[in-house]
Every structure is written in structure tokens, then in C-alpha cells.
């Protein structure tokens, strides 16, 4: 599968990496320091490249969107068609202090921050995924917690585009949970930020997953 990371850091490009892994190839795009990203690409392996926003999205199926939320209407609005694209998103709110709130933009569309890229991007298939998890874990070695696998929630509308984002999921070493349609992501931006800060507040930040226990 052809995957376009558009916000190369920590969180992107630590999941870029992985895919390569798994065999998929990546576009890393969108990062402050350009020399970097192409470092990035090269330690990621053969099946990676580094390209610009533009180049990510038209190259890929699936693109994977990681940026501050400033950033969020103009790299959508610049990066060219995203018409039947796979978007994933961990887009946040929270400020690198962790203050802040997930919910919704600053822009006239009240709706969680999944709802208003589908809003503005209306034909790509959204899915919000990846935002209950630490960038640090993503980077080590293994997502294992002992014996146990963290879950990552995931919603969306399209039944086939979830059904992908599932299997990239799992690919990462997590549990992948479906929580239902992109409404839900209102739900899951709001427990990202009761899940981040009380991982700082109880000083277990970034050591810590979530799982969805079944009896």
C-alpha cells in the first residue's frame, strides 16, 4: 500500500516507519527541518522516500495527517485533491504543554477536529485513529506492555476505509477497536485529553497504554 505521511515528527514519522517495516511504501512529508526529513526517509528504509505535501497525498492511498492544528485548513486546502483518499487523523488540540482542548477548531464548523477535516475535504474518507497512544511508544522497540497490547480506538464512516486503517493498526502492534462512526471522534479527542493529561499528572507519561478489556 502506497501511505503518505503529511507531518513527519515524532508521532508521524515514528508510524511511517513502521509501515515501511511491514512492507508498504512511504512519502514522509511536512517537517520543519527539510535535511531531517530526508534522514528520516533513508533510516526508514528502501521502500520510503521524502516528498512534499503535494507529492505525499497524490502518490499515496492512504494519507496519514500529523500536524498542529494551525496548520490544518492550509495544508488542506494546498496539498491538491484528497478526493477518495484514506485519511487518518491524530490531529490534537493539545498545545506542547498538553493544555488546550480537542474539541473543534478555530473555524466557523462546530464539529471535532475529524469532522472538520471531513468537512473540508468531503469526498476523503476520514478516519480518526491514533490519538490515545504516545509518540514515544510508537518510536521503541515494541508497543508490548509485558504480556499485555494497548488498544487504539478508531471511528470513521466508510466501512472499507476502516476496515484498512484496522489492519494498519494492527500492523503497529496494537489492538485495533472500532468505535463507531466519525461522531464518535468528538468522544475520542475528549478522552485524548483526559488520557494525556492524566498520563502527565500521574508522572507515568509516556509509559502508559489504554486497553479495552472483554470478559
Known sequence: ??????GSGNMGGG???????????????YSRD????????ASAG???KAGTPEEAVYQSDVVMLA????????????????DDKIIITCVSGLQPDFTGQTI???????ASIAETIQQLAPKAKVVEAFNITF???????????GDDRPSVFYCGNDAEAKNIVAGLIEECGYEAVDAGDLIVARSLETLATAWVQF???????PNLGLKALRR
Request: charged share 20%; hydrophobic share 45%.
Open 1 to 6: 500500500m502506497k501511505i503518505g505521511v503529511v
Open 15 to 29: 508510524l511511517g516507519k513502521i509501515w515501511v517495516k511491514a512492507g508498504h511504501q512511504v512519502i514522509f512529508s
Open 34 to 41: 527539510e535535511s531531517k526529513l530526508y534522514q528520516l526517509a
Open 46 to 48: 528502501d521502500n520510503a
Open 67 to 82: 500536524v498542529w492544528v494551525p496548520s490544518l485548513e492550509e495544508i488542506i486546502h494546498t496539498t491538491g485533491s484528497l
Open 104 to 110: 473543534g477548531i478555530a473555524t466557523n464548523l462546530k
Open 135 to 145: 509518540a514515544e511508544i510508537i518510536g521503541s522497540d515494541s508497543r508490548q506492555f
Open 199 to 205: 498520563a502527565v499528572t500521574s508522572k507515568l507519561f
